[in-house]
């Protein structure tokens, strides 16, 4: 069993930068693929970034490409996404999620954090 909770989110002007922090409970952090996704209002939850295992391996939507970054600490059993330039499209709910084998797939995530909340203003 893991527990994930996330912080950092908040309300920011456009162009500015955040990290969220996600914390995870229990001593096998580091045999998760973590992941973050997104869910703006009326719409899907959608794939943000993801960090393999070791943390060689990150992978990015599109639409964040360039302008996040998602890093893990295992000593802490942490991982962050750094998220700069934010835009008004990037407001939305943010949630961390640990994953067994998935990367881009929602459904495929174990467990789930219960989001923290990004406000971009324009």
């Known amino acids: 069993q893991v527990q994930l909770v996330e912080s950092g989110g908040g309300l920011v002007q456009a162009g500015v930068s955040l990290r969220l922090s996600c914390a995870a409970s229990?001593?096998?952090?580091?045999?998760?693929?973590m992941g973050w996704f997104r869910q703006a209002p009326g719409k899907e939850r959608e794939f943000v970034a993801a960090?393999?295992?070791?943390?060689?391996?990150?992978y990015y939507a599109d639409s964040v490409k360039g302008r996040f970054t998602i890093s893990r600490d295992d000593d802490k059993n942490t991982v962050y996404l750094r998220m700069n330039s934010l835009k008004p499209e990037d407001t939305a709910v943010y949630y961390c999620a640990a994953s067994s084998f998935a990367v881009y797939t929602a459904g495929a995530y174990n467990y789930w954090g219960q989001g923290t909340q990004v406000t971009v203003s324009s």
């Open positions: 229990g001593r096998t952090f580091s045999s998760y693929t």
């Open positions: 960090i393999s295992k070791t943390g060689a391996n990150t």
